[in-house]
């Protein structure tokens, strides 16, 4: 007798039922071998703080039959078989970074050190029943889901990925991982296939785990960018790697991970549906009258009342609001060391989120701080530098470079609007662009300055 099923699994059915409908549409049932996947148990990943979701290349099945990996790995579980029998590699890796992962969660990681956290992995690497326990709440999916290869082929990888994008993006939306461990999906596959938020952590020498920012409908998820779990060379306390990053991360912006735990999932909204923010111009008023309320607590340094005005005016998608916000974040949270109190723990004080959808709005304060920090970028000279000081670092050359010219042509696009609207910084910017492009000096910010205004024309 089958057990009945909780509300949270019958909803997580009916979602993934739809989306794989979605899917068939795209890559069309009986022409493709397809490999679904998604969360193991939605009931353990659904009560778990820490929400990890696994992201690899591609499913593989020498039989060439359709399965869904999450429902396998469940029978696995249920049935207490030893899971991923013949990846010996990929499953020793996978156990050692959720026991790093297990000290982000329980509050350790900055208080554990490299042979710490060697003894942690040589006493728990051989307990298949917590691995087991630990894989049954995560999301595992791969961005190849049809036609699976033993050995990934990137331009292969690509086309499916392109193809099948906006049904990834919409499992990362509906569970809400806290973290994505991304195992060599990123450089020419994903990079210019989504949007990203800032760098979490990029070191200047190796480059073996970097951690971005996914962007999705404005919302940022930490994406480490790491090795395929089933990699052997040059793997040697990989996980140790992994611990660094994220230590890194937190030492950077206490709190970040914490803020992240416990966070909700399986939002119902229509599936793949790209919410535009609108205005409510009937709530103009009622914003400005909280966006004033903030402002004065504010000059008195009541930051907690004047915090609370401006999320109800962003609530109403004022873009004032979200930009009193971000500047907050920027030039007060840090600075007034807020975060050592406890009113904080949960308020999100990610200074880019709140300027990235005043930008949205159409806020011309946002654009212009866009343009100030991007616009160099639209230089031949400043490309050349950016290349060469990465040539020791090929494995993210062509995301960086690419990334840059990404802000750099929306940077030149910002500065013509604001131009053409007669926005007072941006006219000084124009005159002092010319002003450098006419100097005598040499410099180098000549040469950058007539690149910048010959896009500008």
């Given at each position: 007798?089958t057990a009945?099923k909780?509300k949270v699994e019958?909803?997580?059915a009916?979602?993934?039922n ?6 068939t549409?795209l890559?069309?049932?009986?022409e493709?071998t397809?490999i ?5 148990s ?9 929400k ?7 499913g593989?099945?020498?039989e060439?039959n359709d399965?869904d990996?999450?429902?396998a ?9 030893r899971l991923f029998p013949?990846q010996?590699?990929?499953r ?5 970074y959720?026991l ?10 900055l ?6 956290m060697?003894?942690?992995v ?5 307990d298949e029943n ?6 049954a ?19 292969d ?8 994008i906006e ?5 990362i ?6 973290i ?19 760098n ?9 785990i ?10 940022c998820?930490?994406?480490?960018d790491m090795y395929?779990p ?6 040697s306390?990989?996980?140790?790697t992994?611990?660094?990053?994220l230590?890194a991360?937190?030492e950077k ?12 999932c399986?939002d119902m909204s229509?599936v793949?549906a790209e919410?535009?923010?609108?205005v ?7 914003a400005?009258?909280l ?12 930051w907690k009342?004047?915090v609370?005005?401006?999320?109800k005016?962003?609530?109403?998608n ?7 916000l ?9 600075k007034h ?9 949960d308020?999100n004080?990610?200074e880019n989120f709140y300027?990235?959808r005043?930008?949205?709005?159409g806020d ?7 343009v100030?920090e991007n616009i160099?970028?639209a230089?031949?000279f400043?490309m050349?530098?950016v290349?060469?000081?990465m ?8 995301k960086?470079r690419k990334?840059t ?18 926005y ?5 910017l124009l005159?002092?662009l010319q002003?450098s492009a006419n100097?005598?000096?040499?410099n180098?910010?000549?040469?950058i300055?007539?690149d910048?205004?010959k896009?500008?024309k």
């Amino acid at each position: 007798m089958t057990a009945a099923k909780s509300k949270v699994e019958e909803l997580y059915a009916d979602w993934n039922n739809n989306l794989f409908q979605q899917y068939t549409k795209l890559f069309h049932e009986g022409e493709h071998t397809t490999i679904w996947d998604g969360v193991v148990s939605p009931t353990l990943y659904a009560s778990s703080p820490l929400k990890i979701m696994f992201l690899n290349r591609e499913g593989y099945t020498e039989e060439g039959n359709d399965y869904d990996v999450s429902d396998a790995l469940f029978a696995a579980i249920g049935e207490e078989k030893r899971l991923f029998p013949d990846q010996r590699t990929m499953r020793s890796h996978l156990k050692h970074y959720l026991l790093v992962l297990r000290q982000l969660e329980s509050g350790l990681l900055l208080n554990t050190s490299d042979e710490q956290m060697r003894e942690i992995v040589s006493e728990n690497t051989s307990d298949e029943n917590w691995f087991n326990s630990q894989i049954a709440r995560v999301a595992y999916c791969n961005v190849k889901k049809s036609d699976g290869l033993s050995k990934s082929n990137v331009k292969d990888l690509y086309s499916y990925a392109k193809k099948g994008i906006e049904i990834l993006k919409e499992q990362i939306r509906f569970f809400n991982p806290t973290i994505i461990l991304a195992g060599d999906v990123c450089s020419d596959i994903l990079e210019d296939l989504v949007d990203w938020g800032d760098n979490l952590y990029f070191p200047e020498e190796e480059h073996k785990i970097c951690i971005w920012q996914l962007k999705i409908n404005g919302k940022c998820y930490p994406f480490v960018d790491m090795y395929h779990p089933s990699r052997t060379q040059g793997m040697s306390d990989y996980y140790l790697t992994l611990l660094h990053a994220l230590q890194a991360v937190e030492e950077k912006m206490p709190g970040f991970w914490k803020k992240r735990l416990n966070q909700p999932c399986f939002d119902m909204s229509p599936v793949i549906a790209e919410e535009k923010p609108q205005v409510k111009t009937e709530s103009n008023n009622e914003a400005e009258i909280l966006i004033a309320q903030g402002q004065r607590a504010a000059q008195e340094q009541d930051w907690k009342t004047a915090v609370r005005f401006y999320q109800k005016a962003a609530e109403l998608n004022n873009p004032d609001a979200y930009y009193a916000l971000g500047e907050f974040c920027e030039k007060v949270f840090y600075k007034h060391k807020l975060y050592k109190d406890e009113y904080w723990e949960d308020f999100n004080d990610n200074e880019n989120f709140y300027y990235d959808r005043a930008l949205e709005l159409g806020d011309q304060r946002a654009m212009f701080r866009f343009v100030e920090e991007n616009i160099d970028y639209a230089s031949n000279f400043i490309m050349v530098g950016v290349t060469l000081s990465m040539l020791k670092n090929p494995f993210t050359l062509f995301k960086r470079r690419k990334e840059t010219k990404t802000k750099a042509s929306k940077a030149i696009e910002y500065m013509k609007y604001l131009l053409n609207e007669k926005y007072q910084p941006a006219l000084l910017l124009l005159s002092k662009l010319q002003e450098s492009a006419n100097s005598e000096d040499g410099n180098g910010y000549k040469q950058i300055a007539i690149d910048i205004l010959k896009q500008l024309k």
